[in-house]
């Protein structure tokens, strides 16, 4: 495990199956650095390592983390076990690993059984980025900086659609 911004409290983990998942996971971290949360970014494995995944899990919300985020690919079972081993909010990424896009799973991690939930994002790093986005959501509810910095991030994205508007050109050149 590690801290990547450590002059934060780390308040999110950012959990991932096997480290070919980082360059998606990657995304998150971005975010979470550009709002300045204090994170760590720990590679662990329901399957491979399943002892490590459950001790990780248990012993998170006595470590001080409020929000875990897990990515994992294949028979994505890795939100969903970590879910069941401790009450903090888990947030699911499905990562795109194998011959079937991703929809394996995306099906592992979002269908749930009823009373363990994981809030599934999209697919790849589009839900990686979005898994910190919704993080930033949450901890912005007791953080009136946090939900300063998410309203100027928010109006920033609506600009950016205005100033595209002004280049849209047709025909291509
Ligand atoms: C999953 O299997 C991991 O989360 C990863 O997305 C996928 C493939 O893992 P590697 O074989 O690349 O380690 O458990």
Same mark, same amino acid.
């Not at 980082?22 to 329901?46: D, N, R, Y």
């Not at 001790?55 to 939100?79: F, P, Q, S, V």
């Not at 009450?87 to 009823?114: K, R």
């Given at each position: 495990?590690?801290?990547?911004?450590?002059?934060?409290?780390?308040?999110?983990?950012?959990?991932?199956?096997?480290?070919?998942?980082?360059?998606?996971?990657?995304?998150?971290?971005?975010?979470?650095?550009?709002?300045?949360?204090?994170?760590?970014?720990?590679?662990?494995?329901?399957?491979?390592?399943?002892?490590?995944?459950?001790?990780?899990?248990?012993?998170?919300?006595?470590?001080?983390?409020?929000?875990?985020? *897990? $990515? %994992?690919?294949? !028979? =994505?079972?890795? @939100?969903?076990?970590?879910? +069941?081993?401790?009450?903090?909010?888990?947030?699911?990424?499905?990562?795109?690993?194998?011959?079937?896009?991703?929809?394996?799973?995306?099906?592992?991690?979002?269908?749930?059984?009823?009373?363990?939930?994981?809030?599934?994002?999209?697919?790849?790093? *589009? $839900? %990686?980025?979005? !898994? =910190?986005?919704? @993080?930033?959501?949450?901890? +912005?509810?007791?953080?009136?900086?946090?939900?300063?910095?998410?309203?100027?991030?928010?109006?920033?994205?609506?600009?950016?659609?205005?100033?595209?508007?002004?280049?849209?050109?047709?025909?291509?050149?």
């Amino acid at each position: 495990m590690r801290a990547k911004n450590a002059r934060n409290k780390v308040v999110v983990s950012v959990v991932m199956g096997s480290d070919s998942d980082l360059p998606v996971m990657g995304e998150a971290a971005k975010i979470l650095e550009e709002f300045g949360i204090g994170f760590e970014l720990v590679l662990t494995s329901a399957h491979r390592a399943p002892s490590r995944t459950a001790r990780y899990a248990a012993e998170a919300r006595g470590r001080g983390i409020k929000i875990i985020i *897990a $990515g %994992a690919g294949a !028979a =994505a079972h890795l @939100a969903g076990v970590i879910a +069941s081993h401790t009450p903090l909010p888990v947030i699911g990424v499905p990562i795109d690993a194998t011959s079937l896009g991703g929809l394996d799973a995306l099906l592992a991690t979002v269908q749930m059984p009823g009373g363990i939930p994981v809030a599934t994002m999209a697919v790849g790093k *589009a $839900g %990686a980025k979005n !898994a =910190a986005l919704f @993080a930033v959501r949450m901890l +912005s509810l007791a953080d009136k900086k946090m939900a300063q910095k998410l309203d100027a991030y928010i109006g920033k994205m609506a600009r950016d659609v205005e100033a595209k508007q002004e280049k849209l050109k047709w025909p291509l050149s």
